[in-house]
């Protein structure tokens, strides 16, 4: 974590504007504790922020109940997710994202978990077909 007094002072921003805009910011609500990555915006006297939900580290770590992941992914297991818990995490991690896309996004997530040395549980075929009729319910009912 960077100072953020000493990035934003040369810019004329008080600090105490910025932590204001944060606090009441619904991602640092919604995740208290967690690194956020946030973007921030000055021009002309007008300060804006973004902020995005935490990595996808974080929510392997949080459903699988770890600290951090294996010393040795490959040969260590650190422990294991499942293609549910995976689905839920890229419904969470992408809301914002308005591509349809989320098998390629539990693809993503589950390659993350194997890179930490977390092993993925149950068939991909059984999430697959979760994912269909989850995608058809949502076109059947809009």
Known sequence: MGNVGA?????GIKPMDF?????????SKKYP??????RITYA?????????????????????QLKQGSKAPGR???GKISWDQIANIAKIRYEEDSSTNTLGWCLNIAGSARSA???????IEALETHLNETRRVRVGGA
């Open 19 to 27: 932590i204001k805009m944060f606090n009441d910011h619904e991602m």
């Open 76 to 78: 260590d297991s650190a």
């Open 44 to 64: 002309k006297n007008f300060l804006s922020i973004g902020i995005r939900a935490p990595d996808n580290a974080h929510f392997i770590r949080e459903a699988a």
């Open 7 to 11: 990035a934003l002072a040369p810019k």
């Open 117 to 123: 040395g977390i092993n993925v549980t149950g068939s």
């Open 33 to 38: 504790g967690v690194p956020l990555t946030v």
